[in-house]
C-alpha cells in the first residue's frame, strides 16, 4: 500500500491543522494526528502505520501491511460534540467545519429558530454519481441524520433536494417519507447549478437570497447528504471522518461509465485511484480533475483526496488551437480566471481577451456570485468585444441556462464557442454545455415531466 498523504487543511477554507504527532510515531486507523488552529476541523489518520514525515502542509504515513477494518472511537459525548470530536466538515463544497454550521457556539444555541435543514442530495455535478448510490443504499440512515441535524440545528423540517432523474432513488425515500412527516422531497430540474447553496434555498423554499448572503437569512441550513452520512456514522458509530466516498471517471480502460469507491482512506493518491479504476484509456488524456467540472482544478497524480474531494474526472486530450486567439467569458458558475487562462494554455490557445458576466459578482474572499442565478442577462455585448478583440474561440464556464444565452448570439458572430466542461464531458460521455432544451421548472409530481437536456457540439 502506498503512503498515504493527510493534509492539514482538509477543506478550502479555514486554516492549516497542527499536528500531534511526530515523525516516527506509530498511529492507528482513527488516531487523532491533527488539531485546529483555526476554523477547521480534527484530522485523524485513516491507516495504521507509521510516520515518516511532516511538512508545512501534511503529514504523511507509512501503512503497515496489514490494514485493520475497525479504527480507533471517538469518545462519546453529545451529538454535536460527537460531529466536531469526528472532524466533520462539508462534502459537497469548501469543507465547512459541520459543528460550526449547525450550532451557534459563541451564543450557546441553534442557528436556526424553527428553521430548515435542507438536503443537498442534488449531485449536481455531471458525471458523479457518489452521492446518489450512497442514499440509494440506504435511505434510513440518511433519514436518521438528517433529524440529528434538525435538533441540533433547531429545525421543525428537513427537505432533501434531489434531482428527477434519479426516480429509483427517490422511490425508495418516499416509502420511508410517508411515515416521516418531518421530512420531505423537493424534486430539482436536471440542469447545473442546482446545488448552490442559494440555489437550493431559492428551489426548497421560493427565497431568492442576495449573493452576499447565507442559507441562515431564510432560516436555513443546506447540507450535502453526504455530510449527514458522516454525522451519523459520528453518533452511531463513533467513527471519525477518515473514509471518503467518491466517483472516479473518465478516460479510463474500459468505458467512461462512472466508477465509485465507497470508503476510501482519506490522504490516498489520484494514481492510486486510477489504478483501482482500471488505469488510464490508451487513447491518453488531457488533464485530470480532481472535483467536478465546473468547480474542480486541475490536479497531478501524486495529489491526496481529502475528505471534501468528491471526484477524480479524466478528461479527453486537448486539441491544438494553434495559438489562435481565444476570448474568455468568466462566469460564477464556472472557472476562475487562473483556471480559464491554463484551460486555454493547454488548447495551445492565446488569449485574446476576457469578458466577466456583469451578474457574475466578485465577492471579499475573491470569489465570484452570481446576483441572479438562472436569469442571464444576455451575453450579446462581451461577445460583441470579443469579435472587435478578433477571437476565433471564446471558452466559457456557464451554467446550463447561460450558456444557452451564449450560444444565441456567440456563433452568429462567427465565434467558435467552447465550454470549460468540454473534454470532461465527451469523456464520461455526457452532452456539451451548449444550447440547452430543458424546462426548469419541474412539476413536484414524479411521473409527469422528464427533464431532457439536449446540447449541441461545436467541437
Ligand atoms: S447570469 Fe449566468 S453567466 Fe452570469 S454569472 Fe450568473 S450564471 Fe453566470
Avoid at 148 to 153: F, G, K, N, T, V
Avoid at 274 to 294: L, Q, V, W
Avoid at 362 to 387: I, Y
Wanted: hydrophobic share 40%; charged share 25%; glycine share 10%.
Amino acid at each position: 500500500m502506498e503512503n498515504i498523504q493527510m493534509l492539514l487543511k482538509q477543506g478550502a477554507v479555514g486554516k492549516p491543522c497542527a499536528p500531534v504527532v511526530a515523525v516516527g510515531d506509530k498511529v492507528k486507523r482513527g488516531q487523532l494526528i491533527a488539531t485546529p488552529t483555526g476554523l477547521g476541523v480534527n484530522v485523524h489518520s485513516s491507516v495504521s502505520g507509521e510516520v515518516i514525515e511532516i511538512t508545512d502542509d501534511r503529514i504523511i504515513i507509512k501503512p503497515d501491511d496489514e490494514q485493520p477494518e475497525d479504527y480507533v472511537k471517538i469518545a462519546k459525548g453529545s451529538n454535536l460534540e460527537m460531529i466536531k470530536e469526528a472532524g466533520v466538515l462539508g462534502q459537497g463544497g469548501a469543507g465547512f467545519p459541520t459543528f460550526i454550521k449547525i450550532y451557534d457556539g459563541k451564543n450557546d444555541k441553534p442557528v436556526l429558530d424553527h428553521g430548515y435543514i435542507l438536503v443537498n442530495a442534488s449531485e449536481c455535478e455531471p458525471g458523479l454519481a457518489h452521492n446518489i448510490q450512497q442514499i440509494d443504499e440506504d435511505p434510513a440512515r440518511l433519514l436518521r441524520g438528517i433529524h440529528y441535524i434538525m435538533e441540533i440545528a433547531g429545525a421543525d423540517k428537513g427537505i432533501i433536494a434531489i434531482k428527477k432523474k434519479h426516480r429509483e432513488t427517490i422511490l425508495k425515500l418516499d416509502a420511508l417519507l410517508k411515515d416521516d412527516p418531518a421530512i420531505e422531497r423537493h424534486l430539482l430540474p436536471d440542469i447545473y447549478p442546482m446545488g448552490e447553496e442559494r440555489a437550493v434555498v431559492r428551489e426548497c423554499l421560493g427565497i431568492e437570497l442576495e449573493p452576499d448572503k447565507l442559507p441562515s437569512a431564510a432560516n436555513a441550513v443546506v447540507i450535502n447528504s453526504e455530510t449527514v452520512y458522516s454525522c451519523v456514522a459520528a453518533i452511531e458509530d463513533q467513527k471519525p471522518l477518515i473514509d471518503k466516498n467518491l466517483t472516479v471517471r473518465g478516460m479510463i480502460k474500459g468505458g467512461s461509465e462512472a466508477h465509485v469507491f465507497e470508503n476510501v482512506p482519506v490522504g490516498t493518491s489520484v494514481q492510486a485511484l486510477i489504478d483501482r479504476a482500471g488505469g488510464f484509456d490508451e487513447m491518453g488524456y488531457g488533464e485530470i480533475i480532481m472535483g467536478g467540472a465546473f468547480t474542480g482544478k486541475a490536479t497531478t497524480l501524486d495529489a491526496p483526496i481529502t475528505k471534501a474531494t468528491g471526484a477524480i474526472l479524466v478528461t479527453r486530450p486537448f486539441r491544438d488551437l494553434k495559438g489562435a486567439k481565444v476570448g474568455i467569458l468568466v462566469c460564477a458558475c464556472g472557472g476562475n480566471l487562473e483556471r480559464m487562462e491554463d484551460l486555454v494554455a493547454k488548447y495551445n490557445g492565446t488569449v485574446a481577451h476576457v469578458c466577466y458576466c456583469k451578474q457574475a459578482q466578485e465577492m471579499p474572499n475573491g470569489t465570484r456570485k452570481c446576483e441572479r442565478p438562472g436569469n442571464c442577462p444576455g451575453q450579446v455585448k462581451n461577445n460583441l468585444e470579443f469579435k472587435k478583440a478578433g477571437c476565433e474561440y471564446i471558452i466559457i464556464g456557464n451554467c446550463s441556462d447561460c450558456s444557452n444565452t451564449v450560444m444565441a448570439s456567440g456563433p452568429k458572430m462567427g465565434l467558435k464557442v467552447m465550454h470549460m466542461t468540454d473534454l470532461a464531458m465527451m469523456a464520461v460521455g455526457h452532452p456539451l454545455y451548449r444550447t440547452l432544451k430543458v424546462s426548469k421548472k419541474v412539476d413536484q409530481d414524479l411521473d409527469v415531466v422528464d427533464n431532457v437536456e439536449d446540447n449541441e457540439t461545436v467541437q
